[in-house]
């Protein structure tokens, strides 16, 4: 299972950025898929998820201003993250599960300035 990350940068507060994640050495369309993120000093939360048949859940702190997505022809889950704030600051993995394991992508890096 691979899982590449990709999409994450420098964006002033109230700013967007859209993250993308493809995903190879699954069967994609039917495996649930995550978006966690991790702040420096902080334990990794889960930010969003998007079942297979495409329900979604937020956590409380981006509700309203993130969206999960996912186009199963291409493999890919995506986050779009409007009205952004300096404490969304962190690092930013996707994740599946596959056989009772759980595997991450490498991360990137989502830093918001004030």
């Known amino acids: 299972v691979q899982l590449q990350a990709s999409g994450g940068g420098l964006v002033q507060a109230g700013g967007s950025l859209r993250l993308s994640c493809a995903a190879s050495?699954?069967?994609?369309?039917?495996?649930?898929m995550g978006w966690y993120r991790q702040a420096p000093g902080k334990q990794r939360e889960l930010v969003a998820s998007?079942?297979?048949?495409?329900?979604?859940n937020y956590a409380d702190p981006v509700k309203g201003r993130f969206t999960i997505s996912r186009d199963n022809a291409k493999n890919a889950v995506y986050l779009q993250m409007s009205s952004l704030k300096p404490e969304d600051t962190a690092v930013y993995s996707c994740?599946?599960?596959?056989?009772?394991?759980?595997?991450w992508g490498q991360g990137t890096l989502v830093t918001v300035s004030s």
């Open positions: 998007i079942t297979s048949r495409g329900s979604t």
């Open positions: 994740s599946t599960t596959l056989r009772g394991l759980r595997y």
């Open positions: 050495g699954i069967i994609f369309s039917i495996h649930d």
